[in-house]
């Protein structure tokens, strides 16, 4: 289990759990399958959107099957679109080991996604009610919504910040606040609760995704288990990049107007978004995501559990893995 | 509309309502997908699954509104087959159109494939019950099944009938078979009706798939609308060319071993596969499979769907289309 969690014991028991569960349903007949996806089960991942599901789970009757099932399909949610961004990617590296694509090629790994939403919709069927079936249609909707935005802005020099923020509220922020959602409403939570949950995991997920943007700057592989530079040569110009960009400063142009982007121009390209002031606006955006999280969080019923996800929001925030 | 559908103009006239509520269902905030989706519904599609669909439900309550939803599901879980099939297959053409691959890119076919999944369960959980939320992803996993095992037997000199038949059942039969159950069940047939479509769908999807694969071998690109040759060029050996395996031919090992198959190597395939038979031991096959539709579509209730479901099985067994 991902060491965010040593400090919440009753939390990462629950997780363990989930993985065992998540083990079980990765059965399948073509073992290929099987073991890909118990590779990626055991990736060490940080677990946040089952975690997130369970601590939500808690302010309502807490029922530890239905929530732990729930739990695991916003997982191999995670999973699905993860597999099938490589596939668009050409992703070498996921969490430090090699990618189902680069493993397996691209064709299996377009299966591999497939057949992870189909868990995802076997289970939710199994456990959830049908309206929360709707609503977790619907966000998957604007999930994928969010990863064909991203491919849309790929090499656009003019992309925007609100446009950034748009895809990653969709990539995203989107799961983060299903993922707590989904465990407000399944126990029983009443509307205005569970809607409370869905804003603070829009805020959270902004968060989390901009740091991680951040982090590509910032890590090298060993630290962050991806390689940091492979977006940026796909064309993907992330938050401290746009920044910048929005002064149009020459030098970064030029490079950027490159067919190709070799390891001189990474690297230069990472110099100027620092020296240029990138990473500290990103990092103040972040901030305020996480800020906007800690007043709705003040909003929760008093317990431990409101605590736990406080000082996690700012642990995402400040992390550097 | 298919001209299949102009001897029963109520199905057709249900059909056409079917495509025009696709398209409300295609809107996406982006038109690149939107239009791709869209130009899929009017690719003059068989629409068998969703005339399925709307056969079945005759036989109980007919609900014209839910079943109308339910085939139009059908039909889009069919199309996300098929673009995700064409991501694997490099297809150019599929009825006789530029595929979403070929025109968009592999990246965008992706997500457009997981976009129409993400349509099917928005549709699904609006619509249909729990139970049948759960068949129908049962169903499209062993559908995803079907098609690693496809992606498995690529070159494989071999590979047997039997397991042939077995991604077969899964790829394409269970969809058949899941077309006429849900078109049964949620117009509150009794199971062992429903559990009788299921039955007829299998035998009508082999017989149906087995038609496919030996169209391949018999038509040109024109009258197919797509082109014939290119399963074959990608190592994907169907029915009629299996059962000549069976006999090891030296003159056709000799072809299948080359690394890339050339024009005059499938000309040479596609001759051999005549004279030695394979193409008849595969009629054959499909003819089997149709009688036992038949049979079992002798124990339906007597009504005018009734005669209509047993005509149709007769004309996908004859049609060259």
Chains 1, 2 share one sequence.
Request: proline share 2%.
């Amino acid at each position: 289990m991902h060491k965010l969690w040593d400090s919440y014991p009753e939390i990462k028991k629950e997780l363990e759990v989930v993985i065992d569960l998540m083990d079980e349903n990765a059965y399948c007949k073509d073992k290929v399958i099987e073991s890909s996806i118990k590779d990626m089960i055991h990736s060490n991942g940080k677990m946040i959107r089952p975690g997130f599901s369970i601590i939500a789970a808690k302010f309502g009757e807490y029922e530890e099957e239905r929530t732990r099932v729930l739990a695991a399909v916003m997982e191999f949610f995670h999973m699905a679109t993860l597999v099938h961004d490589d596939v668009i990617d050409d992703a070498k590296l996921r969490r430090g080991k090699e990618t189902v694509q680069s493993k397996y090629g691209k064709d299996y790994a377009v299966y591999i996604g497939d057949y992870l939403f189909c868990i995802c919709f076997k289970l939710l069927a199994s456990t959830a009610s049908l309206q929360s079936i709707q609503i977790d249609s619907k966000a998957m909707s604007r999930i994928c919504l969010g990863e064909v935005e991203q491919l849309n802005s790929r090499f656009d020099k003019n992309v925007s910040v609100k446009n950034y923020l748009k895809r990653v509220s969709g990539k995203t922020a989107e799961l983060f606040s299903l993922s707590l959602y989904i465990g407000a409403a399944e126990s029983n939570c009443d509307k205005k609760l569970s809607r409370l949950f869905w804003n603070i995991g829009h805020n959270i997920g902004m968060a989390f995704q901009i740091i991680d943007d951040i982090l590509d700057y910032v890590s090298d592989t060993n630290t962050l288990g991806k390689d940091s530079a492979n977006d940026l040569k796909d064309g993907l110009y992330t938050l401290p990049l746009i920044y910048v960009l929005e002064k149009q400063p020459k030098e970064l142009l030029t490079i950027l107007d490159k067919e190709i982007y070799e390891d001189e121009d990474i690297a230069a390209i990472f110099k100027l978004t620092h020296e240029l002031g990138g990473i500290e606006s990103a990092r103040n955006l972040a901030k305020k995501y996480t800020d906007k999280a800690y007043k709705l969080i003040g909003q929760l019923p008093d317990n431990e559990y409101k605590s736990m996800l406080k000082e996690m929001s700012r642990v995402l925030l400040e992390r550097a893995y």
